[in-house]
């Protein structure tokens, strides 16, 4: 449909609105007959927990204000939610309370004046009622019971039963409580709700320089962001370069570095330097905007126990009512005299006919949880997911871009076509690869770009994408096939090429075809993510079974568990995505199974799995619409935290339920054993519904300082430094004392993972920057990080933590050592004689090294030698083309 602009109108609207009387379940039942009742509305939404309702309607048929205007005929002030701003206006008691407090308090001068005793606690219903009676009425006129219609009756019954105080008593504590807990509620459920507000409500034109609201920004505005101000729209760099702090979107506690072309997200701060930004999305529609209605949503994919607990209250009430009516009769019938207790038992059991603190149990904790991981860059997309993980026995790990960095490097290119140039290859492969999400397709782009080789997407025809092998495409005429080596079946060719040495190695070799005939090869290498290893060790600790499926070959697969120190328990290789998805369902029938992935190949496995883990930030869309859960960062320790707040969540609803179910018993108990109070029902069930609110609350406090082993071996003495010293650390981690167990704690620091983002590294010796990948991707070291200094992980070598000595020490060698023959010159790798130690007798580790441009120049295997070269003393590592000893 068109207005009279020529644009299209959208028919159907989500309105989120912010219902303040949706004080618990009961009236779920009044919402819905409210809502049902309203032409125009297609669906809806009732989330208890937040006070929320989420309407989608015809915005042709019934507006925003009407829905209100509907809501609140029945006194459940409901007013519509604008963008980065909850609506929440109970921020004192009402004046109707505190007079209610007064009256009540009055009433002790009965000793001084005998009528005080009945009129004030009179006075105090009458004041405080009324919204009660209110919503009680509106309850009965759509045929459904709440605790406002059991509060009246039980008042009612109070002061036919001449219990005036005990009256007073209870309108006043329920109004009171119910404010407490709507403040309790409040504060459990804000934690997501800052994530909005923080977002500017003015931004600033960077062409102009005016200011105007956040809401009337559109797409591909360009605005100006200053150092230290908050990022106001999701949005890419066109100029400027800064460090954004990301910590209250993905959880990261490093700055992240930005520069042209570099994605920036809304509510992430410039720390310094100016930047103009071309936004992507609208207020609306932003990152930060959707993972808060993510969060809210989730709550109606409802979890199995909340499911099992929603039908139990179902028929709870009812059958309570039932009850309390035939207890009332029974003196009635049986003529009993002492009809007075009778009836004040059946009052007490009405009382608590209201199931609110059972039904809270669930949904306020698992709330608290799904907020708490939020914040940690981790986005359930229902509660279900969240009760799932907690049960979860086994993890499927995909590894590029998953486990490892999927930042590839290529370490070799040749072409097999004698009539074809390496740089026309270049340029066909780094064309079509450009219509390729895959990371290895970025490393062959940016190959042929330091080669000066500009890809042409444009000139590319008939793009086929082949998950778990490759892609094909036509240019210029020519049939291109790129791929792992199963792509050589699509290609029609029987006889694929080998590299060499790559696969000892654990490099990725990639093959492209012309046609039918092999044309080129290549390797490519890629490095474990910081902190792979100890999540993996993490999980294992907590009992759960880590498996790795990838596509790539099983010399690739075992490279990463050496790098990883034997941390997977099982590894499947050279898989196909329906590969991926058979292999899960063979380990679901070991045990709940979770997978996580980052891309188009993961999709099916991460369908199939009981709980799916996408990759956020760099997956692929697919993986992320596909996953259950998704993690916002790159960060693979956030999953073992997540399973620690699953299972934290789970017991948290259990401790709920039984503090519910005990005392509604023990009410009920105490009133048949000669003790029955009106009042104490009151108080039980409203102080009930605040101790699970509180209980839940737990879930957000902050962690108090663990605390860190002296000795790696024994637990009993402890330190709140982490990490006391660098022997400890390289044995097997500094460990967190728990009352069961230690737990990995402290990691050694990669700087090459967080530093050098704009792809410069610092040479010493002649103060230069140069390209991060003119030797290797693993000796990333920014200057700002790195003062001389470097520090690398034990996949990177065999030194945990290393400080260099300075260039002068020579240190002998007392072991031989596997010593490549690569060299490097103006930054090209070729071939040189390996260099002989021979016993090692007079030879120092730094003339095993000579000076860049040398034309015997000898590097050790990934650029650093190994503990055995120097008896575990010393090994060498390279800067900038210089030589230096480093000792741990």
Known sequence: MEGRD??????????????????????????????????????????????TVIVVHDNLLISQLQIVKALNKARLEANVREYGVKNYQNKWPSPYVVVCGALLLLSFLKYVYRPFGWLAPLGAVAVGIGPIVLRAVAALLNLSIDINMLVVIAVAGSIALKDYWESGTIVFLFTIAKWLESRASHKATASMSLLVNVVPLRVVLADTGEEINVDEVELNTIL??????????????????????????TGESFPVSKQKDSIVWASTINLNGYISIKTTAVAQDCVVARMAKLVEEAQNNKSKIQRFIDKIAKYYTPVIVAISSTLALVPVVSKIHNKTEWYRLALIVLVSGCPCALVLSTPIAMLCGLSKAAKLGLLFK??????????????????????????FVVTDFKSLLDDVSLNTLLYWVSSIESKSSHPMATALIDFARARLIEAKPDKVEKIENFPGEGIRGEIEGNEIYVGNRKISSRAGCTAVPMLQGD??????????????????????????????????????LMGIKTVMLTGDSYAAANY???QLGGALDVIHAELLPEDKARIIKELQKKGPTAMIGDGVNDAPALATANIGISMGVSGSALATETGHVVLMSNDISRIPKAARISREVLRKVIQNAVIAITTKAAILVLAIAGHPSVLAAVLADV??????????MLLLAKPRQGKTCKNTNDCSSCTNKPCPNIESQNKCEAQTCSSK??????????????????????????????????????????????????QHLESQGMHNQSAHLSRGDENKCANSAPITNNYITDGGINKAKRYDH?????????????SLGSDDYIIPENHYLKKECCDGQYGCTLTGGLSEIVTE
């Open 382 to 407: 229902g509660e279900e997911y969240l009760e799932a993980l907690a049960k979860i026995k086994i993890m499927a790990f995909d590894k590029t871009g998953t486990i490892t960095r999927g930042e």
């Open 741 to 790: 167990k230690c737990v990995p704690r402290c990691r050694s620091t990669d700087l090459s993972s967080r530093s050098c983002e704009n792809k410069k590294r610092y040479n010493f010796a002649e103060n230069e920057e140069l390209l991060c990948n003119l030797l290797n991707e693993e000796e990333v070291i920014d200057h700002q990080c790195c003062d001389k200094v470097a």
């Open 503 to 540: 696969s000892r190695e654990g490099k990725s070799v990639g093959y492209i075809f012309l046609g039918s005939s092999p044309a080129g090869i290549f390797s490519l290498s890629d490095v474990c993510r910081t902190g792979s290893k100890e999540a993996l060790n993490e999980l294992t």
């Open 6 to 51: 020529g644009k299209e109108v959208q028919k159907f609207q989500k309105s989120y609105f912010d219902v303040l009387g949706l004080c618990c379940s009961s009236e779920v039942s009044l919402v819905e007959n409210l809502l049902k009742s309203l032409d125009g509305v297609k669906d809806f939404s009732i989330i208890v927990t937040t006070k």
């Open 224 to 249: 100006a962001v200053k150092a230290g101000e908050i990022i106001p729209l999701d949005g890419v760099v066109v100029q400027g370069n800064c460090d954004v702090d990301e910590k209250i979107l």
């Open 687 to 696: 102080g009930t519904c605040l101790l699970v609110i509180f209980n839940s």
């Open 838 to 850: 021979g016993n090692h007798s007079t030879t120092t580790c730094k003339s095993a090294l000579k």
């Open 560 to 562: 990463a568990q050496d």
